[in-house]
């Protein structure tokens, strides 16, 4: 078969994800703290943008005046919005209009102009700086060390530390990685357990709770007899303990209240706070005709406008076409990020309010009556994709009279009821934590008995699926139970 050059032409498809597009799907993930930092960016890198608060009949392209917000009661969900066929968020309509001439002009919207967003800074900034537990310790080695190379052997461990604060690495190792003594670096290490916070440097759990305890000043022979055996302590034999320690029911109490108040993970002090402060997106309140009020949380969202009086004036004073042109596409990314920003508020709080429709039996009487519910359901009711609704719901709280809740908690899996509608996942998590939270100490549940009193109550769940909840919210066997219970009563 002879070979030779020869041309094909093929047509195909294929999505491309525009700048436009990639900005719109981070802002809709984004939570609010997160959008106020871009909008800071934002402000800086564009000289049209500012901040403030002008009426949609001043801003010429119909930006709202205030903050979305949505009121309904149980028969009228939607009072502000409905009928409204707007285009999710993460939908590039630029590419499906590319070829109509929208006749915007001057004046026209991003999406449809072409420009450029890559002045918008990217949405993942960066959280601000925290101290870590290694910078804590360096700062203190210095007035600690009795010399230079105890300093530094003492800094290489601080390294070599996990983020619980213990040392994992064999000290025979450290010597040869550092051609010193075994000597020196165990000098070293006891310069290491001297520091804040006690317990840092520790090579298993017994001498973590040892450097606390002689810190505490409680290091006596009885308390070394039962860190020496923390097995015991947590298999709760009681008696055997009281022997090895040689110690009456009096003395034991106290000793292992001692114990309790020692921090077996000294280092996560100073992990990075994923678990920081959280300032809700959404406000859920009760209004006097029996229903809900949702509204975006104005403190952590800034309003932006376009300063025309400032682009007619450099336009006017700038007659050079690059910058005209430049001048332009500011504009127009100006637009779009306005726009964007209230597609975004009005999507959320859609989103928000067919939640609290789906989950109304949660507001008003609790986690008892959380409903099974899945992104699909809350999609196909606002007439929105499944995965708008995942980005609407990642990092997004809301706050109510029972507390703060990301979104993503109303949306579980669920079991069969007695009554046909299912019961949420959590609801039956929190059922279970409240029998064992009510268990006679002598009469500790089993897993089985757990089952047939949830059967009592209309949840027909096995015993493996009682044990899988269970162990899920951090609950232990019966046996476990049993033991802890016995300790607690001492």
């Known amino acids: ?13 294929q999505l491309v994800m525009t700048p436009q597009l990639q900005q719109a799907i981070k802002l809709l993930a984004a939570s609010n703290l997160e959008i106020e930092t871009f909008i800071g960016d934002a402000l800086e890198s564009n000289p049209l943008l500012e901040a403030g608060s002008v009426s949609s009949e001043e801003s010429g392209g119909g930006e709202p005046d205030d903050i979305p917000r949505e009121e309904f009661t149980s028969d009228q969900l939607m009072a502000q919005g409905q009928g409204e066929s707007e285009a999710p968020l993460d939908i590039d309509r630029s590419a499906l209009d590319r070829d109509r001439d929208t006749g915007d002009g001057e004046w026209g919207s991003a999406a449809s102009s072409g420009s450029s967003f890559e002045d918008f800074p990217d949405i993942a900034s960066n ?37 619980a604060g213990y040392l994992a690495t064999d000290l025979r190792e450290i ?31 017994a001498e973590c709770l040892a450097i606390q305890a002689r810190e505490a000043d409680r290091y006596d022979p009885c308390m070394r007899a039962m860190l020496d055996n923390l097995d015991l302590v947590a298999r709760g034999e009681v008696d055997r303990l009281k022997r090895l320690c040689r110690v009456d029911d009096e003395d034991f109490a106290d000793m292992l209240h001692e114990l309790r108040s020692y921090d077996p993970k000294p280092g996560l002090a100073f992990a990075p706070s994923a678990d920081s402060a959280v300032v809700p997106d959404i406000l859920l309140t009760a209004n006097e005709a029996g229903g809900w009020d949702i509204n975006l949380n104005e403190e952590t969202l800034p309003r932006l406008v376009v300063n025309r009086d400032y682009y007619v004036e450099l336009s006017a004073g700038s007659p050079a076409p690059e910058t005209r042109s430049w ?30 429709k789906q989950q109304e039996g949660f507001f008003r009487k609790g986690v008892s009556e959380l409903r099974p519910l899945t992104l699909r359901e809350v999609a196909e009711q606002i007439d929105m994709h499944e995965s708008t609704v995942s980005r609407v719901t990642s990092n997004k709280y809301l706050h109510c009279d029972r507390g703060t809740f990301e979104l993503k908690y109303f949306f579980s899996s669920g079991v069969a009821s007695s009554d046909g509608e299912g019961a949420s996942s959590e609801a039956i998590k929190a059922r279970i934590k409240a029998l064992t939270d009510a268990e006679d100490p002598k009469k500790v549940l089993s897993d089985q008995k757990l089952a047939d009193l949830l059967k009592e109550e209309g949840f027909d769940l096995a015993r493996r699926t009682v044990a899988k909840y269970r162990e899920a919210i951090g609950i232990g066997s019966s046996a476990q139970r049993r033991r802890a219970k016995k300790l607690e009563n001492l």
Not at 135 to 156: D, K, T
Not at 197 to 205: D, I, Q
Not at 332 to 343: G, S, V
């Open 1 to 13: 078969m002879a070979l030779g050059p020869r041309l094909d032409l093929r047509q195909s498809q």
């Open 127 to 163: 959280s601000a700086a925290e101290t870590t537990l290694a910078e804590h310790l360096l700062e203190q080695v210095g007035s600690v060390a009795a010399n230079p190379q105890e300093a530094f052997i003492a800094r290489h461990i601080i390294g070599l530390l996990d983020d």
């Open 175 to 205: 010597a040869r990685d550092l051609s010193v003594t075994l000597e020196d670096v165990e000098d070293a290490l006891y310069v290491v357990q001297l520091l804040d916070p006690s317990g840092v440097g520790a090579r298993s759990l």
């Open 327 to 356: 001048l332009k596409e500011k504009l127009a990314d100006a637009h779009w990020l306005i726009r964007a920003l209230d597609q975004r508020q009005k999507t959320i709080l859609k989103t928000s309010a067919e939640i609290v």
